[in-house]
């Protein structure tokens, strides 16, 4: 690798980290948004979902956009983009304007990764290309890990803030690294087009799916507006493969999504993450809202299971061909539904301890699975659909992961609204509606969950406090109770596989199929 290639990868190293960082060190800061909004968790985390949404729908256009006017251009655009939206979280006033803040990231960062990714595979030749995405993708898996100390310890210096701080000051790093090092394209591609239909249409159906959770949650599974944003999704995802059809440059290939091997692969960048994101999501909630650690502390206790899953990020490319990935794969789903299992048996009395067994198996689960499910994606169809086979992992990476925290995340509130009733019932205590809400989705320092146990005394106040504590273990084994559905699926999708055309040794049979 020449010096030149060195100086390109260590630029694009630089926003590859912060893009790792960005979706799971936000995770860390749920319960302080919370708080300082005075809102539910079905409201907080659309500060996840919205970046989600917005990333994993415009990777493939950002990609293609990069490959028509030039990938160091559109990275500075999004990196100049997701500034401009780091400053809006920081001074958000309210968390509507936090969310939308966080949608407008997820557009800035759907513009620099695929060209950062096209940018790292240019700048070296065939034979140290597999080198060049291993460093770029290790950056981001060190992103990873690394967000939760990074959010907590930031927030623990001031408040939840200081990490988008953080998003802002590495993203005009980033900006001047790529201007310095890297030369501006003079040739590009002319033949490829942006599927703006086929992506809305798909981000409807997304966004209506989410939506639909997040109002069942509040207003009722058979409430009018629930129905009509469920119906909406089906209609605008039964439309998508029809609209598919008849683009010129779908985001989605026909011949792809006839792949069985293919879109199999894309469902375990899916569903395994869905189990990872919901321990990033509710362990640190856990350690903040049941133990009553700080955001610093909750983010070192997850420390077991970012140290795992990083080693085995490291070591189980080394056994793609050795063990084979349909082995490689089913373990590692495997491992998530042992998680997940012990997750349902979690008792509040058990303290941190409980929770390490379960880090150390959801670890070693998410490294078995994550990296050999982004190589069989890319083996499939292989290398001439290398690039956008990529790009549709990470993005079913995110959206099946979004997806799967917003049916958790309505299947906790419910399941911690009726603990909270039921406590209060049988203590004779009747609250309205709207207290019990507040109740089950908030904790003991919530100054809305002050404003209702001030109202009371005596036993009455011992009946509500012990209710807000037993809501949210209530809430968070019907989280995992879905997770574990997740999971199951993941391993027979697994099992399915026919490794035979998934090995990096194998013959490119999936040219054909493109």
């Not at 256009?61 to 006017?69: I, K, M, P, Q, V």
């Not at 939206?85 to 958000?92: F, H, R, W």
């Not at 273990?473 to 109770?481: D, E, K, R, Y």
Request: overall charge neutral; proline content about 4%; some cysteine.
């Amino acid at each position: 690798m020449d010096s030149k290639a060195k100086r390109i990868l260590g630029a694009v190293s630089i926003p590859s980290f912060m893009i790792g960082t960005d979706f799971t060190g936000a995770m860390l800061l749920v319960t302080a948004i919370e708080k300082e909004y005075s809102v539910d968790i079905t409201t907080t985390q659309w500060v996840l979902n919205a970046y989600a949404l917005t990333l994993s729908m415009g990777l493939v256009a950002g990609g293609r956009l990069g490959d028509l006017l030039g990938h160091r251009r559109y990275v500075l655009i999004g990196l100049g983009i997701f500034f401009v939206a780091s400053i809006g979280c920081i001074l958000a006033p309210n968390v509507s304007t936090l969310i939308f803040a966080r949608a407008a990231q997820g557009i800035g960062t759907a513009l620099v990764w695929p060209c950062i990714l096209a940018l790292a595979a240019t700048s070296v030749g065939d034979d140290e290309r597999g080198k060049a995405m291993g460093i770029l993708l290790g950056t981001v898996a060190a992103g990873n890990v690394m967000a939760p100390f990074i959010a907590g310890t930031l927030s623990s210096i001031g408040d939840w803030r200081g990490f988008f701080v953080f998003n802002a000051v590495f993203a005009v790093l980033s900006a001047a690294l790529i201007f310095h090092f890297i030369e501006r394209e003079k040739e590009h591609a002319t033949n490829e087009a942006v599927d703006i239909f086929g992506m809305v249409v798909l981000a409807i159906a997304v966004f209506c799916l989410l939506f639909g959770l997040d109002t069942g949650a509040d207003a009722g599974w058979f409430a009018g507006t629930t129905v009509l944003l469920f119906v909406a999704a089906i209609v605008f995802f039964g439309a998508f493969p029809f609209v598919e059809s008849f683009v010129k440059d779908p985001m989605i290939p026909l011949p792809m999504m006839r792949n069985h091997q293919f879109v199999r692969t894309l469902a375990l960048n899916g569903l395994p993450a869905v189990v990872l994101f919901l321990c990033l999501l509710y362990m640190p909630q856990y350690m903040q809202k049941v133990l009553g650690w700080s955001i610093l502390w909750s983010s070192l206790g997850m420390l077991p299971m970012a140290v795992v899953l990083a080693t085995m990020n490291l070591m189980v490319g080394n056994y793609y061909n050795a063990v084979g990935p349909r082995k490689l794969m089913a373990a590692g789903c495997g491992a998530l539904v042992v998680g997940c299992i012990l997750m349902l048996f979690l008792q509040t009395s058990w303290g941190y301890p409980a929770l390490i067994p379960v880090m150390l198996v959801v670890g070693i689960g998410g490294g078995l699975a994550f990296g050999p499910a982004g190589t069989a994606a890319v083996n499939a169809v292989g290398p001439k659909g290398a690039g956008l086979a990529g790009g549709l992992s990470f993005m079913f990476h995110l959206g099946l992961g979004a997806i799967g925290i917003a049916c958790a995340t309505a299947m906790m509130f419910g399941s911690a609204t009726r603990k909270v009733e039921s406590a209060l019932s049988a203590a004779n205590l009747t609250l309205p509606t709207a207290d019990l809400r507040v109740l089950a989705a908030g904790t003991l320092e919530d100054p809305a969950v002050k404003a209702i146990t001030e109202r009371y005394s005596g036993k009455d106040v011992e009946a509500i406090t012990s209710a807000v504590r037993d809501s949210f273990a209530s809430g968070l084994h019907a989280a995992f109770w879905f997770g574990l559905a997740v999971a199951i699926l993941g391993l027979v999708i697994s099992l399915s596989l026919d490794e035979s055309k998934l090995r990096t040794d194998a013959p490119d049979e999936g040219d054909a199929e493109i």
